[in-house]
């Protein structure tokens, strides 16, 4: 285990549904992260969090929507998505953004049919 | 446009030998580099870091570095099955938290 958890692990949802998954992490880091890890692509960075601010949104659809009430715990609201959206989406922490050692949850599974 | 590129594999090795996984990246400026292990189905866990030019030894992997030529390799010694994996590269500017990531490269260790 990294320390850091995420829920669920698993999620369907339909392309009028409303979603959120959840991070949380228990190492004291500053800085968390959402990736999106699609079959056969690399690891896509999609928000970066430092300090409850977001520092980082790297063009991503507005119907992905981030939430960072303290530094332990990083939130993605999801509406209206996709099929292609369907993906494994990963929460990371690191002790502050700056060439820190990122530490990946076991991610959540998503399917959006 | 920062890329990172691994050969996709699959490598196979046979077990107990070296297996040499190599990373090349664009950005000249990079000063980070990462190896992270993933296995099918999990997230990705990191195996070493590597910031100068050089060896880095950890157990049986060493992480080689050579910015000149923007090459990062992993090299695993007495391979397991249990190395089967997808192992990715990611690269990381001077003062930046951006990794970039490689697609990975897939291990098959065979007994």
């Known amino acids: 285990e990294t320390g850091v958890t995420q829920t669920p692990r698993h999620l369907v949802m339909g392309m009028t549904n409303k979603k959120s998954l959840k991070c949380e992490q228990h190492?004291?880091?500053?800085?968390m992260y959402w990736y999106k890890q699609s079959a056969k692509k690399p690891l896509e960075l999609m928000f970066v969090?430092?300090?409850?601010?977001?520092?980082e949104n790297n063009s991503v659809p507005s119907r992905f929507s981030p939430e960072c009430p303290n530094s332990s715990h990083l939130f993605l609201h999801l509406h209206t998505l996709q099929p292609e959206d369907s993906a494994l989406y990963l929460c990371?922490?690191?002790?502050?953004?700056?060439?820190?050692?990122?530490?990946f949850g076991p991610g959540t599974r998503l399917l959006v049919l | 446009q920062k890329e990172v590129e691994q050969n996709s594999g699959p490598l196979s090795v046979p077990e107990g030998a070296i297996a040499s996984l190599n990373c090349t990246y664009s950005d000249r400026g990079s000063q980070s580099f990462f190896w992270y292990r993933q296995y099918s189905g999990k997230s990705p866990e990191l195996i070493m870091f590597i910031y100068s030019n050089g060896d880095k030894e950890d157990g049986r992997f060493t992480a080689q570095l050579n910015k000149a030529s923007q090459y990062v390799s992993l090299l695993i010694r007495d391979s397991q099955p249990s190395d089967s994996a997808t192992y990715l590269c990611a690269v990381a500017g001077a003062g930046s938290y951006q990794l970039t990531f490689g697609k990975g490269t897939k291990l098959s260790v065979i007994p």
């Open positions: 190492l004291g880091h500053n800085a």
């Open positions: 969090y430092n300090f409850k601010e977001q520092t």
């Open positions: 990371a922490s690191s002790q502050e953004t700056d060439q820190e050692t990122q530490y």
